[in-house]
């Protein structure tokens, strides 16, 4: 018997270069091998033990059964009292908000539900690896606007008009970005909604590292700018802010009639989020908010520690991020062919793991990403590698 071909859609898709530099330094520590990992995003932190009590006595309670499909009451009204009290955006609980399992798959069923076969996403570059896949899967592609490293990566609207066809659905924005660090300026952030208006697009605006941020840069979440809630769907979750990667718990927030269409993928794909790790999620917004300070503190350290140690090696330029978890870092000058034949050369020669900027898209060339969510340990001994490896 000759089985039919798979789907032609999810063969052209590639396989996420982050999660393959993770599973390959996985394999490389299972041999023995001592590799220092910066090429993830996963914070190095415990669980604030207030959340992890949260979850453990809802599973003692017996709280482990479905919830209803936009999350339990509890979460959804926690959600709409941080965005009222951060953003002053009125929300309401049960029409605004679903709670999903993990920020991705909040992103994953917004793009399903906006998007349709040939229908095209704009999204500025370098990017998070996914919004691409998520697109294709939709039957959508993505029309990539470079930003350029040296502006800082700077967003202009008239670069987003230049993108836009007749064809053109939504505008997808990740700010703080992954994975340059750039934060938005209101201006910026402005420019993003007058476009969107405009021409009658959605925004699609990624959030998820809306509490990382560092100096004295502010997060503007793009729904609460002038005329923009309506067009707008935020994603947002637990995962970096909390350091809660592993309970894969995230929200949308959009109006009405858009989270009324984005309910029926959720129902159909997973149903609803864990209901114990919802309450988890309870207790991380209506708690004590000290611990994200602190981890932050310690991001900003370690940010500072990885750049001084990049800024003695010559060839190797960069700017501090603004917020998120990256350095992106420009090693056009060291005269390697490309990125990726730098990221093999340095895993092969000092076994430290990066990720090269080609898994960012257009733009992402001539760079690497560098994670400094881990231990300060990890980042000295992977600055002491680096020297090593160009002396």
């Known amino acids: 018997m000759r089985l039919r071909a798979l789907s032609k859609r999810v063969q052209q898709l590639e396989l996420s270069e982050t999660y393959a530099i ?107 690896v996914s919004y691409k896949a998520m697109a294709a899967m939709a039957g959508a592609t993505v029309k990539a606007v470079p930003l350029d490293g040296a502006t800082g990566f700077r967003l202009e609207p008239e670069q987003l008009e230049r993108a836009i066809t007749p064809r053109t659905k939504a505008i997808l924005i990740n700010n703080p970005n992954n994975p340059t660090g750039r934060v938005l300026s209101r201006e910026e952030a402005q420019g993003v909604v007058q476009v969107a208006l405009k021409h009658g697009l959605y925004i699609v605006s990624d959030e998820i590292y809306e509490k990382v941020l560092y100096d004295q840069s502010r997060h503007i979440s793009m729904a609460s700018l002038e005329g923009a809630a309506p067009i707008t769907v935020t994603i947002s979750g637990f995962s970096k802010a909390y350091a809660m990667t592993g309970w894969r718990l995230g929200y949308v927030v959009g109006s009405e009639d858009i989270c009324g269409q984005l309910l029926k993928v959720q129902q159909h794909t997973v149903g609803c989020a864990g209901s114990f790790i919802q309450r988890g999620g309870v207790a991380a917004l209506e708690g004590c908010q000290q611990r994200i300070a602190e981890m932050v503190v310690a991001y900003k350290r370690r940010r500072d520690r990885l750049i001084s140690g990049l800024e003695h090696i010559p060839g190797i330029t960069c700017r501090a991020p603004e917020g998120a978890l990256y350095v992106f870092a420009s090693i056009s000058d060291l005269g390697f062919e490309n990125s990726m034949a730098f990221t093999r050369w340095l895993l092969e020669t000092v076994k430290v793991a990066v990720t090269p900027g080609t898994a960012f898209g257009e733009g992402g060339e001539g760079y690497v990403r560098l994670s400094f969510a881990g231990s300060d340990e990890d980042i000295d001994e992977a600055i002491r590698r680096l020297h090593y490896a160009f002396q």
């Open 22 to 128: 993770l599973d390959t330094v996985r394999k490389l520590r299972q041999q023995g091998e001592d590799v220092v990992d910066l090429g993830g995003g996963e914070p190095d932190f415990r669980t604030p033990d207030h959340i992890v009590h949260a979850a453990v006595n809802a599973l003692a309670e017996g709280e482990t059964h479905y919830t209803a499909s936009r999350g339990t009451q509890a979460l959804l009204e926690a959600v709409a009292h941080k965005y009222k009290k951060e953003h002053g955006l009125d929300l309401d609980a049960n029409r605004n908000i679903i709670i999903t399992p993990s920020a991705k798959h909040a992103l994953f069923i917004t793009l399903m539900t906006l998007l349709d076969d040939g229908d095209e996403l704009i999204v500025p570059t370098p990017s998070w």
